[in-house]
């Protein structure tokens, strides 16, 4: 999901159930991507990374599912906790000798307990 | 390890004031970029420095500069600010320059009055 403007969209998820939370990236000749945590505060805090020749990474309790045929990235998260409770970036890159990442507007996700 | 720490963490500065803030990055990491997040536009890139030259720069006016120094620290400088310039200013680092985790700090929370 994307927005615009200052709502970002918002998924609600009740404690202990599984999140995904979907990102549409822009750039067909991106490499490299990056999902983001940001809460109240803070700067982006890094969760997991994920380059265009695998479709899935896994982590501690987290998941990342890429689609390039359709430009597609999720982030799924286990268990899901109220800690888990923030903004969620996806970024992507274009590769080579280039640090530069574009960003996604945001999901918030609500963790209800 | 230490994160990635930025100076000061808030600033209120006056329209038509300059600015300077302070990023030093994890140790080890050669690369800092900067970005610029606001509720309107989200998380944009500035550019980005490594071995103390700018590598890369987003759209941005010639207002917005910086630099890198030897130890690999970097300030940013925002010169003649307008209300606009009101946001969070972000760092990143990452150990060489390309596809990597990129680290940020907490930012630095610029109020232009």
């Known amino acids: 999901g994307e927005s615009v403007g200052l709502h970002l969209p918002t998924l609600s998820v009740q404690e202990g159930d599984n999140s995904i939370i979907n990102c549409a990236y822009s750039?067909?000749?991106?490499?490299?991507f990056i999902w983001y945590k940001q809460e109240s505060g803070k700067g982006p805090q890094f969760i997991i990374d994920?380059?265009?020749?695998?479709d899935k990474r896994q982590g501690q309790r987290v998941t990342v599912l890429l689609n390039k045929t359709v430009k597609h990235l999720s982030l799924q998260i286990a268990a899901t906790q109220p800690g888990d409770s923030a903004v969620y970036f996806c970024?992507?890159?274009?590769?080579?000798?280039?640090?530069?990442?574009?960003f996604g507007k945001g999901i918030t996700l609500s963790v209800r307990p | 390890k230490a994160g990635v720490t930025q100076t000061p963490r808030y600033l209120i500065k006056t329209r038509g004031q300059q600015v300077t803030l302070s990023c030093s990055p994890i140790s080890g990491h050669r690369s800092v970029s900067w970005y610029q997040q606001t509720p309107g536009q989200g998380l944009q890139f500035l550019f980005e420095y490594f071995s103390e030259t700018q590598r890369n720069k987003g759209n941005f006016p010639g207002r917005f500069s910086g630099r890198q120094f030897s130890n690999s620290r970097s300030e940013m400088n925002v010169s003649t600010l307008e209300l606009g310039d009101s946001a969070l200013y972000l760092c990143?680092?990452?150990?060489?320059?390309?596809?990597?985790?990129?680290?940020f700090g907490p930012g630095t929370r610029l109020t232009v009055t």
């Open positions: 750039n067909s000749a991106s490499d490299y």
């Open positions: 970024a992507e890159n274009i590769g080579g000798a280039n640090s530069k990442l574009t």
């Open positions: 990143a680092s990452t150990r060489q320059r390309g596809a990597y985790e990129q680290y």
């Open positions: 994920i380059r265009s020749n695998m």
